[in-house]
């Protein structure tokens, strides 16, 4: 009596996994067609499965590589703040110090008109800067003296 039970169950399942293999299709009675669709579907299950592996591995690769450079930007904002605060301190201290040059005189009106400039207008000339050292802000690669003799050459 039981060895009659075990068919009728086995068919019962190949009929539940051909339904589920193909829900909207009837289900198929071919054991072996059912057995064919089974592996084909587990072999494309597992190809998903290692394709979505690979895509999490490059992620988390991805993620270490973005906390790194996180890390980076972040002592380097440190640093620029740190430069940032100690050319402020180098600003109050050039300003707290007395200025060489006096102050500039006011120009006459008949200054202006000597050089072209109707009296009164805001025009009025610039002699120069008082007491900063504008070489210190220009790159290094400009104030660098020691090629000029090959890349000016006397003009004769």
């Given amino acids: 009596m039981p060895s009659t039970n075990v068919p009728h ?3 019962n399942r190949f009929m539940e996994l051909s339904s589920i293999l193909e829900p ?14 089974a592996v084909r579907m587990v072999t494309q299950l597992r190809g998903e499965a290692q394709k979505l592996k690979d895509s999490i591995s490059s992620l988390h690769d991805r993620i270490k590589e973005l906390k790194a ?10 640093r620029l703040k740190a430069e940032k605060e100690k050319l402020e301190q180098q600003l109050k201290a050039m300003n707290s110090q007395p ?14 008109t000597a050089q072209g400039q109707v009296p009164g207008n805001k ?6 800067y008082p007491g900063v050292a504008m070489w210190q802000f220009m790159p290094p690669a400009s104030v660098d003296t020691s090629e000029d003799h090959v890349l000016r050459p006397p003009v004769a």
């Fill in 9 to 11: 169950f086995v068919n």
């Fill in 24 to 37: 909207e299709r009837p289900p198929k009675t071919d054991k072996a067609a059912i057995l064919v669709d």
């Fill in 69 to 78: 450079e996180k890390n980076e930007l972040r002592d380097e904002k440190q």
């Fill in 99 to 112: 200025s060489f040059m006096p102050p500039a005189p006011a120009f006459p009106a008949a200054f202006a």
């Fill in 123 to 128: 025009l009025v000339p610039f002699f120069g």
